[in-house]
């Protein structure tokens, strides 16, 4: 078992900037890819970025690369994601995730969810 557990969200205005932590616990994280998702109400839940278990690889949505920057650190257990020029259409609960193997962008392949952070941009 993998425990997540998301921080950092909170209301900012558009163009700023904020960074989410995502703190895992249990088994050895080193090992999982991780992936950062969103849901808007109404709307279905949103690949946004994902990282290798080595963080030697990352991949990126359309609708945030160059925006958004996914990391991490194996040695603090630790994922990141670092949101600037950040856009009112980027409000939404924010997840990470994590799953054993390579990383995906299907949120049915991830294993291992947090609780979700929000994200509230003001234009």
């Known amino acids: 078992q993998v425990q997540l557990v998301e921080s950092g969200g909170g209301l900012v205005q558009a163009g700023g900037s904020l960074r989410l932590s995502c703190a895992a616990s249990g088994r050895t994280f080193s090992s999982y890819a991780a992936g950062w998702f969103r849901q808007a109400p109404g709307k279905e839940r949103e690949f946004l970025a994902a990282?290798?278990?080595?963080?030697?690889?990352?991949y990126y949505a359309d609708s945030v690369k160059g925006r958004f920057t996914i990391s991490r650190d194996n040695a603090a257990n630790t994922v990141y994601l670092q949101m600037n020029s950040l856009k009112p259409e980027d409000t939404a609960v924010y997840y990470c995730?994590?799953?054993?193997?390579?990383?995906?962008?299907?949120?049915?392949?991830?294993?291992?969810w947090g609780q979700g952070t929000q994200v509230t941009v003001s234009s």
């Open positions: 995730a994590a799953r054993y193997g390579t990383w995906e962008t299907r949120a049915t392949q991830y294993h291992y």
């Open positions: 990282v290798k278990w080595s963080g030697t690889s990352t």
